[in-house]
């Protein structure tokens, strides 16, 4: 099945992803959540309370706190249900990727420097840098941890070996992409568009393709069947990256809340490292000397993004994009799905998640 793309002249205003809300995604992730707070249970004490109150803080799992969309496990349940019809043995997998996706997020706000998250104070902010670091590493523990009950629901230990090798392969990937990510940001190397793709691809992509991997190795043993989902989790991994380098520069303030950032904030992302390679000299330089502006003006923010329109930057992120889109729906379309339903709410995932 072909997937056709849509053919435009003119970029679109760009908008913030829409957020996930149906009925049947709303079990999915309220189940998941529930399967989280299973494992936290299990193993907090009256003298560890508060660690596990942070654990929730971050989470959003501390009454009506404030969540993220919970876009990683849901791609491992609906993996999982297109190959069986059903969810609900890969929850356990699906907590593992959410714990182990926030252990970053908490690590990585305190090396960004980050004060709010979700519309509040991050953990950092609120118990101190400490504590922040140790509730990280908490998370990423109860992640390994959530794989344990696997083998409660029948899965063999040799599944679930196998399954936590993923995950220790995918960890090793997001600390080498972050890695990759702060020298850059410290170092006057000159990225490269190839650079930059192999850091989104490790600490973006990876992640997200282990979560599909994840719920097709416990749906099947078929080798031919994992690859395809892993390959349709890689490539809706950098579309996403790279739908949210355009929102960064380009998206729409009305509808965000706020002024697009990424150049304010000296971000090397994708369409600002093609035009350093490819704009006119004149114009390169120029873009050098506003990102290294300490508070750059609007004057000179709007300056860098017409640089950036000038050579073709946005454009050529966009197309990127799309072609990653159209190559996620490709693979998943191929994949050999039992569950039309399920199929069809992937698709949702995709386009809901990619709007260049």
């Known amino acids: 099945m072909t997937t056709a793309r ?15 809300t149906s009925p049947d995604l709303d079990a999915l992730i309220t189940d998941t959540e529930t399967e989280i707070l299973r494992v936290i ?15 929730r803080y971050h989470l959003g799992l501390d009454r009506d706190g404030p969540r993220g969309k919970r876009l990683r496990p849901l791609l491992g349940l609906l993996a999982y249900e297109s190959l069986t019809g059903d969810y609900r043995h890969a929850l356990p997998g699906a907590a593992a990727v ?18 709010e998250r979700h519309h509040r104070a991050t953990l950092w902010m609120v118990f ?30 040799s599944k679930v070996l196998e399954l936590m090798r993923l995950y220790d392969e995918t960890c090793l990937a997001l600390c080498e992409g972050q890695f990759m990510d702060i020298w850059s940001a410290e170092h006057d190397d000159r ?10 691809g490790r600490k973006t992509a990876a992640l997200i393709a282990a979560s599909v991997q994840a719920g097709a190795m416990l749906a099947t043993d078929d080798r ?5 989902y892993r390959g349709f989790g890689w490539s809706l991994g950098i579309a996403f990256q790279l739908n949210d380098d355009l929102l960064g520069i380009w998206g729409d303030a009305q509808a965000t809340g706020k002024e697009p950032s990424d150049l304010a904030k000296h971000k090397k992302t994708l ?4 035009a350093l390679e490819r704009a ?24 860098g993004r017409a640089i950036l329109d000038g050579c073709g930057a946005r454009e050529y992120t966009r197309e990127r994009a799309r072609t990653e889109r159209d190559e996620a729906l490709r693979r998943i379309e191929s994949a050999g799905v039992v569950s039309p339903e399920a199929l069809d709410r992937l698709r949702l995932i995709v386009v809901s998640a990619i709007s260049a």
């Open 224 to 228: 031919e069947v994992i690859e395809a």
């Open 191 to 200: 990225l490269s568009v190839d650079f930059y793709f192999d850091m989104i």
């Open 6 to 20: 849509p053919a435009e002249s003119h970029p679109p205003r760009l908008y913030p992803p829409p957020v996930l």
């Open 41 to 55: 249970e299990r193993v907090q004490d009256e003298r560890t309370k508060t660690l596990y109150e942070m654990v």
């Open 98 to 115: 959410e714990l182990g996706h926030n252990f970053s997020l908490v690590h990585d706000d305190i090396e960004d420097r980050d004060g």
């Open 271 to 274: 369409p600002v490292i093609y």
């Open 280 to 303: 006119l000299a004149p114009d390169r330089e120029r873009l050098r000397a506003i990102l290294n502006r300490a508070e750059p003006t609007s004057a000179e923010i709007a300056e």
């Open 128 to 157: 101190g840098v400490a504590q922040a670091i140790n509730t990280g590493d908490t998370l990423f523990t109860l992640s390994r941890m959530a794989l344990y009950r696997l083998l409660e629901l029948g899965f063999s230990e």
